[in-house]
Structures are given as structure tokens and as C-alpha cells.
């Protein structure tokens, strides 16, 4: 009886510093997906790393996970809530991807293989980048720019247009789509419309955030039913943004118009291909949230994003209903007294 052939792994788990070297010595192109142990690599991804390994073959394309904690190289990678994809050539740094944006990571696989192709027929030259997180040049970085001073982690003004930083929204993928594992096509669907994902994590909520969260709809019949939902499991909570050069829709409009109204039986009568029409069941059961405008989104994302960097005239414009703010070196803490039985301390780290 003939032995079955093994199967070859789609990414490559590198946990010990021999193994980054021997994936550096690699011959071609490797896409590092460089992950936090308390969220896990980006499985979204994987579908896509599945197909572009099948367009190009096992030669010179290669996949690989890399924990950030257990590699001294990635150490200020450490700590980040968005994922981040490194791409390696002949040993050196050539593009990194921020956030699990399909069809950029997409783009710049194809780009940057034939980029090395021509490199190993033709003797190109190779491009280089320098990634600040790994360099230790300029000495260890501030926990503030850790945090924040990136643009690219993500400095945000929600729902509002600024030159100086982008425009955001709170997204969840609840629980009821989480546990059907639709949570893959819903993102797939996200970045088809438009949008980037400037973070993404997975967890489940607590009693305490999400009366806090649905506060307004204490007074409401299905109040304790939808807290009991949000609580029952897993969910997914991203942070939005979406380009709009003409300045035609903000990202809360946007999205709103994706997920659809928020009954998914009026949702399939009335916008069948939204979200909600697609992957709910009934209420409370409809897949995803999305924040009501821009106060709700300042208010939400503060609450459940508390290290996001947010702009201080909207923390304080959006965010004076629900919190009262005292400033310590470097950062202003948020005290929430809306329900002091479940009182809770965030920090949101400003300019200052």
C-alpha cells in the first residue's frame, strides 16, 4: 500500500530566531504574517495566500506566520492591534502591509514577485525599504508613538473629513455571524466596497461594555436580549475607513448603507444584497453593527477601542455627554459615569 503523499503547510509557523534566518535565506518572495498571541495570525487572509499560491506556485512564492513575542527582531511590533505583513526578497525588507486589506496584500504579492523575478533572471537591482518598527536607529520609540504617531496605526477622526488624519467608524460582526463562520466573506465583502480595515479584533464583550454601549436603548423591550447576544460569544470589531476623494459620503454613511436596514427580513425585501439581508436571521440576530452617526461613532469607538487615537476637539465635542476627563502627562483619561455600577477607566493617548 503506497504511503500518502505530505501535505505541504500554506504558511510556515518561524518561533525561533534559526528559523528567521532560514526563512531570510529563502529563494524568492515570503509574506510574513507577523501576528499578537492574545488575537492570533489574520485568518481572513488565508483564502487569498491559498489562491495566489496556486497562481504562482510553490518556487518562489512563500507564506509564513511569525509570533511577535517570540522573535527579538519583531519586538516593536509588539502590542499592535492591526495586523502587519512583511515582505522579505534575498534577505531584505521589500514592502510591508498594514491591516488586512485583501486586495492591497493582493496587489503588492504580484507586484513585488515580479519585481523579484526580474532581480533572479535579469540582475536587477533590488528595492529596499526601511520599516521604522524595525529599526533601532533613532533608539526605542515612545509608548505614545507606539500607540498612535503612526499614521499608518492609526490616527483617526471619526466621521469627519481632516487632512491630518483619517476618516473612521466603529464595525462589529456579531456574534450570530461569528459562530456561522461568515466572519471571512462579511470582510471579503468590506474591502470589495471600498473600505480599509485599519484594525481588527477579535473578542468576546462583557456584560459591562455592552450596557454601556446600548445605554440608549436601556428603556427599550429587547434591551436585556440584545446585551445577552452581544455577551454570548465572539464577535469581531473593526475599525473603518474609506477613501472618498470627491468628498460625496463619509464612512459612517457608507457603511451604514452596506450592512442595510437594521431588520433583515425588510433588509432582503428592500436592499437584498446588504449584509444584513445576506447573513442575518431576525433581530436581534442581523450580523453587524454599525455606528448611528458621528457622535455614536466618537462615543463607541472610545469605549471599545480605548488606545485609539482619537482628535481632541472630538473627544471632548462627542464625548462630554457620557464622560467627564481629567489630563495626566501625555494623556487624557476618560472616567465613564453614565452607569456607575459598571464605571470603568480607558485611556485615549492625545498630542499632548
Not at 43 to 60: H, N, T
Not at 123 to 148: F, T
Request: aromatic share 8%.
Amino acid at each position: 500500500m503506497g504511503s500518502k503523499k505530505k501535505e505541504i503547510a500554506l504558511q510556515v509557523n518561524i518561533s525561533t530566531q534559526e528559523l528567521w534566518e532560514e526563512m531570510l535565506s529563502s529563494k524568492g518572495l515570503t509574506v510574513v504574517d507577523v501576528y499578537q498571541g492574545w488575537c492570533g495570525p489574520c485568518k481572513p487572509m488565508v483564502s487569498l495566500f491559498q489562491k495566489m499560491r496556486i497562481e504562482a506556485g510553490l518556487d518562489l512564492l512563500h507564506f509564513a506566520l511569525a509570533e511577535a513575542d517570540c522573535l527579538d527582531v519583531l519586538e516593536k511590533y509588539r502590542g499592535k492591534c492591526e495586523p502587519t505583513f512583511l515582505f522579505y526578497a534575498g534577505g531584505e525588507l521589500v514592502a510591508v502591509v498594514r491591516g488586512a486589506n485583501a486586495p492591497l496584500l493582493q496587489k503588492t504579492i504580484r507586484e513585488q514577485l515580479e519585481a523579484e523575478k526580474k532581480v533572479l533572471a535579469e540582475g536587477c537591482e533590488r528595492k529596499v525599504i526601511r520599516d521604522e518598527p524595525l529599526s533601532d536607529e533613532d533608539g526605542c520609540l515612545s509608548h505614545d508613538k507606539d500607540i498612535g504617531d503612526d499614521e499608518d496605526v492609526g490616527e483617526c477622526r471619526t466621521g469627519q473629513q481632516a487632512s491630518s488624519g483619517k476618516t473612521c467608524t466603529l464595525a462589529i460582526i456579531k456574534p450570530d455571524a461569528v459562530v456561522h463562520g461568515k466572519t471571512d466573506e462579511i470582510i471579503m465583502k468590506i474591502h470589495e466596497a471600498g473600505f480599509d480595515i485599519l484594525a481588527n479584533e477579535e473578542r468576546t464583550m462583557t456584560e459591562a461594555e455592552m450596557r454601556l454601549f446600548y445605554q440608549h436603548k436601556a428603556g427599550e423591550e429587547a434591551f436585556e436580549k440584545l446585551v445577552h447576544h452581544m455577551c454570548s460569544g465572539p464577535s469581531h470589531l473593526l475599525i473603518l475607513t474609506r477613501p472618498d476623494p470627491e468628498g460625496t459620503e463619509d464612512v459612517i454613511t457608507a457603511w451604514r448603507t452596506l450592512m442595510g436596514p437594521c431588520d433583515p427580513d425588510v433588509a432582503r425585501r428592500e436592499q437584498p444584497d446588504s449584509l444584513r439581508a445576506q447573513f442575518g436571521t431576525e433581530m436581534p440576530f442581523n450580523a453587524v453593527h454599525g455606528s448611528q452617526d458621528r457622535e455614536d461613532a466618537s462615543r463607541e469607538l472610545a469605549l471599545l477601542f480605548p488606545t485609539f487615537k482619537f482628535s481632541d476637539e472630538l473627544l471632548e465635542a462627542s464625548l462630554s455627554k457620557h464622560f467627564s476627563t481629567k489630563e495626566t502627562p501625555g494623556s487624557r483619561w476618560l472616567h465613564l459615569y453614565v452607569l456607575p455600577k459598571f464605571k470603568k477607566e480607558y485611556q485615549c493617548f492625545t498630542n499632548s
